[in-house]
């Protein structure tokens, strides 16, 4: 008889396969808090190497836009270097020194720019304004003492001439063509470190609201303006003069300047020029003015939140006897839209004394037009 056949007897289970594992794990994990670091810095060092090859392989067609740009910015400068000016000046000055009034000489530094081969030269009127004494010296380092023709403090522009030859005049430029954005350069002498030059863009256009120039409105800039600035020329990538540099935010350079543009101070330059006087009596219309809220828009039926809401009418006004009336909203002057009161505040200080100009306002929702005689602004009135 075949012997019978049993199943074997179950042995128990081999406790090593698992413990091996164990040990697996413990080794990776301890291998990776070494790797891992490492891995994940090539991983990070080959996305920014793979980035640094790209920019190269972008640089031949770079290159020559970027060198051409750095290109012009050294023509530009070499073109309206040789027309900006440094200038000093002495005023006399009357104090108290600790033992009664006393005279003393205080000296200062500014900039300016020929406009005119014949010697004409543009500055601030800050820069000059009770100078005993003005002298300019070239970029070719000659010197010469320089007469006033005019000097305008609305504008805060001034006129000099000196009786020089061979000069380099700029070319004004349009600063009504300027664009927010567009590049820029600052030339003067900062702190007495002539013919400085740097450059940024046009960050704003018709800044307003200045209460020593109720009529103007600016240029800003970012391009680094600095005491000694004052009177050197804003210049576009034309190399034309767009502004005149003329303040800046704060005791020294924040990031925020302002220039005087171009089309103010060419108009400005050729009437003093000639030896007219710049009459700056000042538009008047008579009112007190508020900013339109979409509330006040909404109960007035002005569809859009802009204007100048009329708050108050003076008696005997140019607005009261043209007709306006409280919680009008203007919203055009004279053919030009109407944002906000300081706008309106601006083009009617502007505006010429006696002429009539027409007002489009909105009253209860519908629009209408009024003619207004522009009146004399009396002192200490800003509307």
Request: net charge negative.
């Amino acid at each position: 008889m075949d012997p019978m056949s049993y199943p074997a007897a179950p042995r128990p289970a081999s406790r090593m396969p698992m413990l091996i594992g164990v040990l697996i794990a413990v080794a990776l994990l301890w291998g990776l808090q070494f790797y891992l670091p490492n891995y994940l810095e090539r991983v990070e060092y080959a996305k920014m190497r793979g980035q640094v090859r790209a920019v190269n392989e972008a640089l031949p067609a770079i290159g020559p836009k970027l060198e051409s740009l750095s290109k012009a910015f050294g023509v530009i400068a070499s073109k309206v270097g040789p027309s900006v000016v440094f200038i000093d000046t002495e005023q006399t000055q009357v104090g108290d020194q600790g033992f009664g009034p006393a005279m003393y000489q205080m000296q200062g530094q500014a900039s300016g720019v020929i406009v005119d081969p014949d010697g004409y030269i543009v500055t601030n009127n800050h820069v000059v304004e009770n100078a005993s004494e003005i002298r300019v010296t070239l970029a070719d380092n000659r010197q010469f003492a320089a007469d006033v023709v005019g000097v305008d403090p609305g504008s805060d522009l001034a006129v000099l001439k000196i009786q020089a030859t061979n000069l380099i005049s700029a070319d004004w430029g349009d600063s009504g063509q300027l664009e927010v954005g567009e590049w820029v350069l600052a030339i003067g002498n900062p702190y007495g470190l002539d013919r400085t030059v740097t450059f940024g863009i046009i960050s704003a256009k018709n800044r307003r609201g200045f209460e020593k120039s109720p009529t103007q409105d600016f240029l800003q800039t970012d391009a680094a303006v600095n005491p000694g600035n004052s009177g050197g020329p804003l210049v576009n990538m034309e190399g034309q003069v767009i502004g005149i540099n003329t303040a800046i935010y704060g005791p020294s350079y924040q990031g925020i300047s302002f220039a005087l543009p171009s089309s103010t101070a060419k108009d400005v330059y050729e009437r003093l020029k000639k030896g007219q006087s710049i009459d700056h009596a000042y538009g008047y219309l008579g009112v007190r003015l508020a900013p339109l809220s979409a509330a006040d828009a909404l109960r007035l039926g002005v569809k859009t939140a802009r204007g100048a809401l009329v708050v108050k009418v003076e008696t005997g006004s140019p607005a009261e006897q043209a007709g306006l009336r409280a919680n009008d909203v203007v919203v055009s002057w004279d053919g030009q839209s109407i944002e906000d009161p300081t706008l309106l505040r601006l083009v009617v200080a502007q505006s010429r004394v006696g002429s009539t100009v027409k007002a489009t306002i909105i009253r209860q929702g519908e629009e209408m037009q009024l003619d207004v005689t522009v009146g004399r602004r009396p002192p200490e009135t800003k509307n």
